[in-house]
């Protein structure tokens, strides 16, 4: 049943060039140039003129809410939230009626996102799920949704999930877009393409695994990690410090790049190793900067890179090698070096990579 992989956790990493290309199937159809998603379809007209989203979502699903939100303020020039389920069920939220509600959960099960989409429900809202498991409970509440296709996952850490949400996300955020009119044809087209040559790049990340496995044994006797990133890689920078913690129990932090001279870097020291999520983007300039704040402070320099960036490679003592993509379609990407990172220090130390302690793989209790 791991199909011939050591841990279920790899093998659902591995899978993902195939799972992204069964979620994008069917839907994404570059050279015609559409997004066929019924259920966005039926409320189209609602979510173009909605004067917010609210995304809610837990954990590895809350990220993904985070990735969406900057890409669809972009795309679609729409107000976005996201919200914890759990704060946002309990605080006595403003939802106003025709506010449009995107819930993002694997299980479908979780307790928080259910019970705060129904209320959410009451209060007129319009809630579109984005859930990997047909007909669970938050796909049965949803008025309408997308499923991420991404097939049983069984590794308590969440990995193809992540990606296959990411993928309907973007989807959503580009044919919402493109019917607002908040995207020019040729950008709507060109990020088409890019999107369908994910799967395809997926693969070439998990080619070099090898190489990420040698610097999982380099820093697997670390006590603490942190993680940066900027704009779309903000929150890729905050699953990748989840990931490390949940697999290794090596206590491990993200931040957005910029907020690291506001109180974390008074961590730096030569023990510490600093992943930055650092390919080319509108901000690389800046996360440039934010690493060379690092290496003065002797920190050991970790990066996701784009191939062929030897200027950020030579201020580094390791590298992860992405291909280029666009930057909006880059997170999807830049999170698999991450997961295999976090997958072979959890090896390197004997955890059980799996069904890491006291953690289970739906929280239905609150
Ligand atoms: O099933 P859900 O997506 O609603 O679950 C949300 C979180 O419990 C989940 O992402 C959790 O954080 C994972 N262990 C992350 O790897």
Redesign the pocket.
């Known amino acids: 049943e791991k199909g011939g992989y050591d841990h279920f956790m790899l093998k659902e990493i591995f899978e993902q060039p195939t799972t992204i290309y069964d979620c994008l199937r069917g839907r994404l159809d570059a050279a015609a140039g559409t997004i066929t998603m019924a259920g966005v379809q039926q409320y189209a007209e609602q979510i173009i003129n909605a004067n917010r989203i609210v995304i809610i979502?837990?954990?590895?699903?809350?990220h993904a809410g985070l990735v969406a939100e900057y890409i669809i303020e972009e795309l679609c020039r729409i107000n976005v939230e996201v919200e914890y389920a759990s704060e946002f069920r309990y605080r006595n939220p403003v939802i106003n009626k025709g506010d449009v509600i995107i819930a993002?959960?694997?299980?479908?099960?979780?307790a928080d996102?259910l019970v705060a989409i129904e209320s959410a429900k009451e209060k007129g809202a319009i809630i579109l799920g984005v859930v990997?498991v047909v007909g669970s409970s938050?796909a049965r509440a949803s008025h309408a949704g997308a499923y991420t296709h991404a097939g049983p996952e069984i590794g308590?850490?969440?990995?193809k999930?992540?990606t296959a949400q990411l993928t309907v996300l973007m989807m959503i955020a580009l044919k919402v877009g493109y019917m607002k009119g908040s995207i020019s044809n040729d950008r709507y087209r060109q990020l088409l393409n890019e999107l369908d040559a994910v799967p395809e790049k997926a693969a070439w990340v998990l080619n070099h695994h090898e190489h990420i496995k040698s610097i999982a044994e380099k820093y697997k006797d670390a006590r603490d990690f942190l993680y940066l990133g900027r704009g779309y890689n903000f929150a890729i920078a905050l699953e990748g410090a989840?990931?490390l913690k949940?697999i290794s129990y090596i206590h491990a932090e993200g931040y957005p790049a910029a907020e690291m001279k506001h109180g974390p870097i008074a961590l730096v020291d030569e023990n510490l190793p600093v992943v930055f999520v650092a390919t080319k983007d509108i901000y690389h300039e800046k996360v440039v900067s934010n690493m060379q704040e690092i290496k003065a402070r002797k920190g050991k320099l970790l990066a996701v890179i784009t191939e062929g960036d030897e200027t950020s490679k030579a201020i580094c003592d390791d590298v992860m090698i992405v291909p280029e993509a666009d930057e909006v379609i880059a997170p999807l990407i830049n999170v698999i070096p991450l997961q295999l990172l976090s997958y072979y220090i959890g090896v390197a130390k004997g955890c059980n990579v799996d069904m890491p302690r006291n953690?289970a793989?739906?929280?239905t209790v609150e």
């Open positions: 979502a837990c954990g590895t699903s809350w993002i959960s694997q299980s479908g099960e979780t996102t990997n938050i308590v850490a969440s990995t999930a992540f989840l990931k949940e953690l793989k739906s929280v």
